[in-house]
């Protein structure tokens, strides 16, 4: 079995959208989907977004995030600090032609920023290849048994 911090890092990078959740001034969490535009060696986020965009003021208030991430057979949630950057330098190192759409003036735009997620843990559940079919193949013998199935390296609970 892998390491579960490596197994969930390796996870993640399959993932081209997830949801960030921020918790606005109210107290109220939202959430809204997200291009994942990098995620490092340590599953570590980033995001571009518009420094006029509600989320960036609810950061402001409180860092604290949640980030989840669901294919058909991968799911993840993470949670962890998120800082805006505006560094230039680094959204030109960063810019794709398709964020033209959100940014008219391209990457000078100056709403233009990222939003980097240190993520301190994660958990996943992972149901896809030969795990899916060992969990597939435990899942009927509970069933059979009257019980339930136990997940093995399906699912972790994870510190980064």
């Known amino acids: 079995m892998a390491d579960p911090r490596v197994h969930l890092t390796d996870l993640i990078k399959d993932f081209d959208t997830a949801m960030l959740a ?3 001034g109210d107290g109220h969490v939202r959430a809204r989907p997200m291009a994942v535009q990098e995620v490092d060696e340590g599953g570590d986020l980033v995001f571009c977004a518009g420094l006029d965009s509600p989320k960036i003021d609810e950061l402001r208030q409180d860092p604290r995030v949640a980030v989840i991430l669901q294919g058909k057979t991968k799911y993840a949630s993470l949670s962890g600090t998120a800082t805006v950057d505006r560094d230039r330098e680094r959204i ?13 003036g391209g990457k000078d735009d100056p709403n233009l ?38 997940e093995r390296d399906q699912h972790a609970k994870v510190s980064l």
């Open 22 to 24: 921020t918790r606005g």
């Open 92 to 104: 030109h190192a960063m810019w794709k032609e398709d964020w033209k759409i959100w940014f008219p």
């Open 113 to 150: 920023c990222l939003i980097d997620v240190q993520v301190t843990d994660g958990e996943y559940w992972d149901n896809s290849g030969a795990r899916g079919v060992r969990y597939i193949v435990e899942a009927a013998k509970a069933y059979v048994k009257g019980e339930s199935p136990q």
